[in-house]
């Protein structure tokens, strides 16, 4: 079972939060859906009552595992203020964690405080700064850098000193360090460094070197009962000898342990990797073998479980058997076209990796083996309207997926062969599907026809569609040559083109499309919007909005950005992603409501290649190129018949201070709020299907603690709803 924690407390409890990962939240949440199989460290937490979890990180998130094998997760979304994490270590003393960034920022977790400390990132002092390794001694956090070691008070939160593993300050790439009960061990790029420890601390110019192992390459470093083993690429040294103890004939080490039970060392070799145990005679044992490791960075021994970081598989846990513990999110990088519905979201992994993702209420799903039989590489996504079956483009033509079944078969005529790239469904259940270098694919009441452009209209490289709400099919045209629409409704020529030099359009470089709730078409190029509203289509001159705020914009709305994306939201609203990042305007695109970043918000990355949103809840998915995160907004899409007033959250807690959503309503419905006597506390409108709530009145104030009734009705009255809220914050 898979929880993402609401609040930062889990580092101290260790217990789990009872808001879980799928459990949407508030308006302005965030949620990241990662490939959280890049594992990079592990450790073991103990809790002052005695509790254990396993603690560990991805390269974006780090994660509790309790005994119960229930995870927890903890990102920029939910307290953290960085993402890309290098290393970290959990501080057993102060029941906190020190998580390092690859930037140089640097996170300490204690209780429900984030303590940010920054000085490092805004340093220029240093060529480079990257943090290779976190080592705790006593109070003080060793931070292994490219330029010797940063030295952290873990009481006061803050940096204390930094130390020069030499006696001449210069800076010295350091990767690892141990202790023993009396002398520092640094592992440097000038071989290994000591220094006595006296009173928990260390007396400045008092480094030796052992020279002897200077040019042996020792860059990982561990101790047991005061007994030192380096390693090197492919080679491990016990202390103070010279000659190697083991010799790895193939492949890399990636670490090093000792405990009671004896030597260990992780390594890889190209994709395939290993954990070995080196007896005493200096054979070595296969612990675990290629078959499940390729890049085993780290492992953890606890009691008989030993628990191995691999960067490009995950977790792995090995007792008496071996299986991997899943840490939610896709088993891939989604790069096909996603499709959203009310009951869940389609995430086609595109190149690289084959089959795709579902996720829904419980989580993430991967389907990329059906009946022992692996999925093709999958590139856009549809589900059917009538019958909810899933459709995907791939590489071996179309294929229809029963998820209540969990089948999948070949579903394209054998008699259309080709690359299929882009599909979808028109209302009616008609499948639309782009052949490449043919044309459109069409499958009405079980009949397939092939729509083929004029011949003067380059086919070739063909690969984005968009069918409005019109049934018209409107077609990015390779190699700069505008826009295609294909309209079946036509009475004369159903072929038409788009350009800017005959239609007005901003750039012949068209990159999205989509109609909003008024039927207009959006156009998005390198070169800005515009907008289309007009029956004939061939003569149409499109509109180019203006921004009443520039805000960075050249006049034109997004003038000189590239238009990755656009979508309009349940209050008819546009979010548009770029290069840049994302905003989300008013229905006419004139006015900015917000702009996101990976800078102000957890986007894990500012290039949004597409935005998808969950048409009940408002939640809004952004798939970048550097995954997906999601936001609950404002809007939702609006339903009739209205039937139940659904209020969250409910009853309101007394520290709650967020908004109250009520969704569930019809389009721009008339909401109003009294108290049990009739006595009219607030009046809004719904932004498409949702009406928000701040729980004040008209002045501003907090309403007194009681019930509150909803009163909800379109505008001709024809659709009531009625709900409660129970407040329990007082004045």
């Not at 949407?24 to 490939?35: A, D, K, S």
């Not at 479980?305 to 995950?314: K, V, Y």
């Not at 992994?349 to 093709?376: H, M, Q, R």
């Not at 049990?676 to 709530?693: E, M, S, Y």
């Amino acid at each position: 079972m898979l929880h993402r924690l609401s609040f930062l407390i889990l580092f101290i409890s260790l217990t789990l939060s009872s808001f879980g990962q799928n459990e949407i939240g508030g308006i302005g949440r965030w949620r990241e859906h990662y490939n959280n199989q890049s594992v990079i460290q592990l450790g073991i937490a103990n809790s002052t009552s005695g509790a254990k979890s396993i603690i560990g990180a991805t390269t974006q998130q780090v994660f509790t595992i309790t005994g119960a094998k229930n995870v927890a997760l903890l990102g920029k979304s939910n307290g953290l203020n960085d993402r890309s994490i290098a290393c970290a270590a959990w501080d057993p003393a102060q029941s906190q964690l020190i998580i390092a960034y690859n930037n140089s920022n640097i996170d300490i977790v204690k209780g429900d405080q984030v303590y940010a400390i920054s000085d490092l990132l805004l340093s220029n002092l240093y060529p480079s700064k990257k943090i290779n390794h976190i080592f705790l001694l006593n109070q003080w956090a060793l931070l292994s850098t490219d330029f010797g070691i940063l030295v952290i008070d873990l009481i006061k939160h803050e940096i204390k000193d930094t130390w020069f593993p030499n006696n001449n300050r210069l800076v010295t790439k350091t990767f690892q360090i141990v202790s023993t009960q009396d002398l520092l061990y640094a592992a440097t790029e000038n071989g290994i460094w000591t220094c006595p420890i006296k009173n928990n601390w260390m007396a400045a110019n008092q480094w030796q070197n052992s020279s002897d192992f200077n040019n042996l390459g020792i860059n990982k470093i561990t101790q047991y009962n005061n007994i030192i083993y380096g390693a090197s690429a492919n080679r491990i040294y016990q202390l103070p000898i010279k000659t190697p103890y083991f010799n790895l004939n193939n492949g890399q080490i990636k670490k090093i342990t000792i405990n009671k039970d004896g030597l260990y060392t992780s390594f890889s070799n190209g994709n395939k990797g290993g954990l070995l145990k080196i007896n005493a005679d200096k054979t070595a044992t296969n612990v675990v073998d290629s078959t499940y490791l390729s890049n085993p960075l780290d492992f953890i021994f606890d009691e008989n479980n030993i628990w191995i970081a691999d960067s490009s598989n995950g977790l792995l846990l090995k007792n008496t058997s071996t299986q991997w513990m899943p840490l939610g999110g896709p088993l891939g990088n989604i790069n096909g076209q996603t499709f959203i519905n009310s009951k869940y979201l389609i995430a086609p992994f595109g190149e690289g990796d084959v089959g795709f993702g579902i996720y829904n209420e419980d989580g993430w799903k991967t389907i990329n083996k059906i009946s022992n039989k692996s999925l093709p590489i999958c590139y856009s996504s549809a589900a059917d309207p009538i019958d909810g079956s899933i459709w995907l483009t791939s590489s071996d033509g179309l294929l229809k997926f029963n998820n209540d079944k969990g089948t999948i078969e070949q579903a394209s005529p054998a008699s259309f062969k080709g690359f299929f790239s882009n599909i979808q469904f028109s209302s009616d259940g008609t499948l639309w599907t782009l052949l490449e270098g043919q044309g459109i694919l069409q499958r009405q009441n079980n009949n397939w026809k092939l729509i083929t452009p004029p011949n003067t209209l380059s086919l070739v490289g063909i690969n984005k569609m968009f069918i409005n709400q019109q049934g018209q099919a409107w077609m990015i045209a390779p190699r700069y040559q505008g826009i295609m629409v294909y309209n079946p409704n036509a009475n004369g020529e159903k072929w038409s083109t788009i350009n800017p030099f005959n239609n007005n359009l901003p750039s012949s470089t068209v990159t999205s499309m989509m109609d909003d709730k008024n039927g207009t078409m959006w156009i998005g190029t390198n070169n800005g919007i515009g907008l289309f509203d007009c029956n004939e289509i061939s003569s149409c001159k499109a509109y180019l909005p203006q921004i009443k705020n520039n805000n960075g914009f050249a006049g034109l709305l997004f003038q000189k950005e590239n238009v990755n994306c656009i979508i309009a939201d349940g209050a008819n609203r546009k979010w548009v992603g770029t290069n840049n990042g994302t905003w989300l305007l008013s229905n006419d695109g004139t006015e900015i409501i917000e702009r996101f970043t990976k800078n102000n918000s957890p986007l894990p990355n500012d290039t949004i290649r597409q935005i998808v949103i969950a048409p009940t809840t408002g939640e809004v998915f952004f798939n970048t190129a550097q995954q997906m995160a999601s936001y609950r907004s404002t809007a939702t899409s609006g339903a009739t018949p209205m039937q139940q007033i659904n209020i969250f959250p409910n009853p309101i807690a007394p520290n709650y201070n967020g908004p109250i959503a009520m969704r569930g309503l019809v389009d721009n419905a008339i909401v109003k709020i009294t108290s049990l006597n009739g006595k009219l506390v607030f009046q809004t409108r719904a932004l498409g299907g949702q009406a928000i709530w701040d729980g004040k009145t008209y002045d501003g104030n907090k309403v007194a603690t009681g019930v509150y009734l909803v009163f909800a009705r379109d505008e001709i009255g024809s659709e009531k709803a009625v709900g409660k809220i129970i407040i329990t914050h007082g004045q």
